[in-house]
Structures are given as structure tokens and as C-alpha cells.
């Protein structure tokens, strides 16, 4: 038992690692921290190995989903204060997140986690203050689950075509040995919550005779976090690194490289194509002049 934990948390530690920062963030943390409100879904482009399986399953930069819940100071409620503190040691007006990690299953966590992560942020369209308080107070509740490890698996398998895997297989997606529900992984966690109070993210929808459509909700372990992205029923915010709201046109003072050259990613810096052919043409003309030039001296001479 010891030599498993061993080799798993070894393979925890190599899935969840995430390398330095490669560049700057393209976003402005100290506008989003002061302007996000409590249940709004934060979609994170995360870096390790773990995140790059999950953004070549979903095909989606987003890998990882968490719930901003608010500040400890905000909640009126004593109990999920108390329920908050056992699950994480803060100040009460630390900002907070509740995420599922695959180390540590559901947790409460500062938003400042991710100041060094692309983030996006889906905010929930219309949602009454009651029904917010109920998708919150849902997420608390949850602390402390373990991370669903089956469910990432079977989710791989879902996304794969049947020309692969069996049919047969598809029976026994998302359930345990005694046919309920497994518990969620990150973006399944926060789709519950919501649908808890009936809250959209993306039905499925059909004609009905009777009612013109009818409505249903998704199985919440199927959500990943690019679906909140795809969603009408949430609002995309987004806080850029230089202020839109800033005398316009802004992005005419924005501090753009003079030097003409394209990033490529990956650290890549290259001329575009037409500067790179008419620098050739220019070097090729000057070899030419300078050529013609040396001749004309030696028909002189």
C-alpha cells in the first residue's frame, strides 16, 4: 500500500507541474481582483502535463475551471464561514476560490493562486442574489470530496471515437460499482451547482407538441471548462493588460515592437514573409549597384 501511494503521488507531482511563466500575461490581475463578483466561473490556461492532455481532449486552451465564492467577510451566513475555515487558513478579506485539484480534490483556495495564469472570466446572466447564494453555498458543501480520477479517464474514453473503444463501454461512463454517479471533477462540480437551481449552461434542447421545446439538463459530468466559454447563458469578461477605457483609440498607444518582427510562440521571433522578401530584394538590388558600380571603375581604368 505504501510502494502505491508512493508511485501515485510521484505521478501527481509530474502531471501537475507547471514550468516558469513564459512571458507576461496578457491581462491586468489588480482590475479583475477588484472587479469580480461571487459566482463568477474562472476558466485558467493552466501549464502542466495534465492541463496539456485536458487541451488536447477538449481542444480548448481552457483546462481548468474554479468558482469565485467571495470574501470571508461578505458571508453573512456563520455557518459556511465555519465550513470555509476548516478547509483553509486566510484573512477574512482574502479573496476565494472553490477548484477541484486532481492532489487534492475539492478545496478552497485564494484567487491570487493564479496571478501568473491566463484567466477568463463567465459571468452568469440574470441569476437572482438567492439563487447565487444557493450555487455557492452548493460548492462549500462540497469541500473536501476527493478528486474523481475515473471520471477524467472516462471522459477521455467519451471523447474518443467508437471506432477505438467498444460501444459497449459507453454504458458504464460516470458511474461506480453500485450504478450512482460518481463525485466531479472540476467543471463538474461548478455545472451541478448551477443546475442545482436550474440554471442553464448548455441544455439540450427539443421540439415538443405540446409546449412548442422542451429543455433538459446536461449530465453535469459531461461539462469541461470550455463549455461555460461556449455558453449564451454566461457573460465573458475580460480585464486586458492596457485599459480600453482610456482615451480612444487605445490600442493606437499601445507600446508595439519597431522592430517589425512576428512572435511565432514559443519564444520565436520572426520577420514576416513580405518584410523578409523585400529585404532580400533590397540586398539583392544593392549587390547588384554595387556590382554595375565596380565594373563601370574597371571600364574607366
Known amino acids: 500500500m505504501f510502494f502505491y501511494q508512493a508511485i501515485r503521488n510521484k505521478l501527481t507531482n509530474w502531471l501537475i507541474h507547471e514550468p516558469p511563466l513564459p512571458g507576461v500575461i496578457p491581462y491586468d490581475f489588480n482590475r479583475l481582483k477588484y472587479e469580480i463578483r ?87 446572466i440574470g441569476i437572482t442574489p438567492s439563487d447565487m447564494h444557493l450555487v455557492i453555498d452548493y460548492a462549500i458543501k462540497a469541500l473536501g470530496q476527493p478528486y474523481n480520477m475515473r471520471q477524467l479517464l472516462d471522459l477521455t474514453r467519451f471523447m474518443l471515437p467508437w471506432t477505438i473503444l467498444p460501444r459497449r463501454w459507453g454504458s458504464s461512463l460516470f458511474r461506480t460499482s453500485t450504478g450512482e454517479p460518481e463525485s466531479g471533477i472540476c467543471s463538474s462540480l461548478i455545472a451541478e451547482a448551477f443546475s442545482s437551481v436550474q440554471f442553464p449552461i448548455l441544455p439540450f434542447v427539443q421540439t415538443d407538441s405540446a409546449e412548442g421545446i422542451e429543455i433538459f439538463q446536461r449530465n453535469p459530468h459531461l461539462f469541461t471548462p470550455k463549455d461555460f466559454d461556449y455558453s449564451p447563458y454566461f457573460e465573458i469578461i475580460k480585464y486586458p493588460l492596457f485599459n480600453p477605457d482610456e482615451p480612444l483609440p487605445y490600442y493606437r498607444r499601445l507600446p508595439w515592437t519597431k522592430s517589425g518582427f512576428l512572435h511565432q510562440d514559443h519564444g520565436i521571433l520572426t520577420l514576416p514573409e513580405e518584410a523578409e522578401k523585400r529585404t532580400s530584394i533590397f540586398q539583392r538590388r544593392k549587390i547588384k549597384k554595387t556590382e554595375e558600380s565596380n565594373s563601370h571603375s574597371e571600364d574607366k581604368e
Not at 493552466?46 to 475551471?65: D, E, L, M, Y
Not at 459556511?80 to 485539484?101: A, F, S
Not at 492532489?103 to 493562486?113: E, W
Request: neutral net charge.
Open 38 to 124: 461571487p459566482g463568477d466561473v474562472l476558466l485558467i490556461e493552466g501549464r502542466s502535463r495534465i492541463s496539456s492532455v485536458i487541451r488536447t481532449i477538449t481542444q480548448s486552451p481552457w483546462t481548468h475551471a474554479a468558482l469565485y465564492i467571495g470574501r470571508l467577510v461578505d458571508f453573512e451566513d456563520e455557518e459556511l464561514q465555519r465550513v470555509i475555515r476548516q478547509h483553509i487558513d486566510v484573512k477574512d478579506n482574502t479573496r476565494l476560490i472553490i477548484e477541484d485539484m486532481i492532489d487534492k480534490g475539492t478545496i478552497a483556495s485564494q484567487l491570487s493562486l493564479y496571478r501568473h495564469h491566463h484567466i477568463r472570466i463567465c459571468r452568469p
